[in-house]
């Protein structure tokens, strides 16, 4: 599994770097900014990369927009970006167009190595990630016509992991219920939000963020 890593902050960069490779990965190159990122993307074709949201000049969102860009460009290479805040604008731009091959997580997740390297893995394999910050967050929010409240709160906890990117069997070790009871609860959350019921775990986090964002 080949690997990009772009991150300004010298020393975050070697340190995933070397957490990535300890984990038996091969980062094939290492960026400080986003258009050395996208050279050395067009040049490695690697299966995955690893992207900061603000890198130089203006530390403001260039992460992000090398990251569509990469996606549009070279759409067999997965995207993990990683931030220091909790933004649900990012993570909703990222995941707009295509749910697979990519994942938003917080950089305190890195410093939990197996969760980071899981997470590179899963990306890189056409899975995608969401940090559960995030998703709670999402989830958190209070509208006068929200229709999260039509769920029950069982419902709520199986809609937060479905929106993390977890399978139905993952959902039930989570909750420490049969797959079939998480089976039960997806049909039954799909019809009470008037969401189409698909087996695909790629389409339901999709479906999450489209119903979030409306």
């Given at each position: 599994?080949?690997?990009?890593?772009?991150?300004?902050?010298?020393?975050l960069?070697?340190?995933?770097?070397?957490?990535?490779?300890?984990?038996?990965?091969?980062?094939?190159?290492?960026?400080?900014?986003?258009?050395?990122?996208?050279?050395?993307?067009?040049?490695?074709?690697?299966?995955?990369?690893?992207?900061?949201v603000?890198?130089?000049?203006?530390?403001?969102?260039?992460?992000?927009?090398?990251?569509?860009?990469?996606?549009?460009?070279?759409?067999?290479?997965?995207?993990?970006?990683?931030?220091?805040?909790?933004?649900?604008?990012?993570?909703?731009?990222?995941?707009?167009?295509?749910?697979?091959?990519?994942?938003?997580?917080?950089?305190?997740?890195?410093?939990?190595?197996?969760?980071?390297?899981?997470a590179?893995?899963?990306?890189?394999?056409?899975?995608?990630?969401?940090?559960?910050?995030?998703?709670?967050?999402?989830?958190?929010?209070?509208?006068?016509?929200?229709?999260?409240?039509?769920?029950?709160t069982r419902?709520?906890?199986?809609?937060?992991?479905?929106?993390?990117?977890?399978?139905?069997?993952?959902?039930?070790?989570?909750?420490?219920?049969?797959?079939?009871?998480?089976?039960?609860?997806?049909?039954?959350?799909?019809?009470?939000?008037?969401?189409?019921?698909?087996?695909?775990?790629?389409?339901?986090?999709?479906?999450?963020?489209a119903?979030?964002?409306?």
């Amino acid at each position: 599994m080949r690997v990009v890593v772009a991150e300004d902050w010298v020393l975050l960069r070697e340190g995933m770097t070397r957490l990535l490779e300890d984990s038996g990965l091969e980062v094939v190159a290492a960026a400080g900014d986003a258009d050395d990122l996208l050279r050395k993307v067009g040049a490695h074709r690697p299966d995955v990369c690893v992207v900061d949201v603000r890198m130089p000049p203006t530390h403001t969102d260039e992460g992000l927009r090398a990251a569509r860009t990469i996606r549009e460009r070279f759409p067999g290479t997965g995207v993990l970006v990683v931030s220091q805040y909790v933004d649900e604008g990012y993570a909703l731009d990222l995941f707009r167009d295509r749910t697979d091959g990519v994942g938003y997580l917080l950089k305190d997740r890195v410093a939990e190595v197996d969760r980071f390297v899981e997470a590179v893995r899963r990306v890189a394999e056409g899975g995608s990630v969401l940090d559960p910050e995030v998703v709670s967050a999402m989830l958190g929010r209070r509208r006068r016509d929200n229709p999260l409240e039509a769920l029950s709160t069982r419902e709520r906890e199986v809609l937060e992991l479905m929106a993390e990117g977890r399978s139905n069997q993952a959902i039930g070790g989570a909750l420490v219920v049969s797959q079939h009871t998480v089976e039960k609860h997806v049909t039954s959350i799909f019809a009470k939000l008037g969401l189409p019921s698909a087996p695909d775990d790629h389409r339901r986090v999709l479906a999450v963020l489209a119903y979030l964002k409306a």
